[in-house]
């Protein structure tokens, strides 16, 4: 069943909310900022953080061309993994004071990220609100993203395993 409906597995969606900071992670797809510019817009939040080696500054500068003033984006550039997301940001998310986090990122690789959060910062509360790029079975962009997702159940597998996130 997972296999043939991902979205049901793999994503979670927290619904509106109201929190400190919007955590957009990198992966290369501009969707996801896009998507933090929106909740930005809809006042979810007041401040992003940009975590990732990388594309950082490319998801930078698609948040600053959408709207989002620079002074209230901040970078973490050191990540290169989920994991290392959620510990090189949580530093910084203490640091400004965040009790109630949003984290951006794709549909697929939500639960993931919100349990990587919740595992190594169970003092602050994770909402996840994904880009939903790729996520109709229509969609013809669905076809690029088929690998991520496929792969997204063995990382899953593996962050269980090997840093004991919980996927559930």
């Known amino acids: 069943m997972s296999y043939f409906f991902p979205q049901r597995v793999l994503t979670v969606d927290s619904g509106v909310c109201k929190a400190d900071v919007i955590v957009v992670l990198g992966g290369g797809m501009a969707s996801r900022s896009e998507r933090a510019v929106q909740l930005f ?23 600053e061309n959408n709207g989002v003033p620079a002074g209230d984006i901040s970078l973490e550039s050191k990540s290169r993994t989920t994991r290392e997301n959620a510990e090189f940001s949580i530093p910084l998310l203490r640091q400004m004071d965040a009790h109630r986090v949003i984290i951006v990122t794709s549909w697929y690789h939500s639960r993931r990220a919100l349990m990587c959060f919740e595992h190594y910062a169970p003092d602050i509360k994770f909402y996840s609100r994904p880009s939903y790029f790729g996520y109709a079975r229509t969609d013809s962009n669905r076809k690029k993203i088929s690998g991520y997702m496929k792969s997204e159940y063995w990382k899953l597998l593996g962050y269980w395993v090997c840093y004991g996130v919980c996927p559930i």
């Open 41 to 63: 817009m809809q006042d979810e939040a007041p401040k992003i953080l940009v975590s990732g080696f990388g594309d950082n500054v490319s998801n930078e500068k698609v948040l």
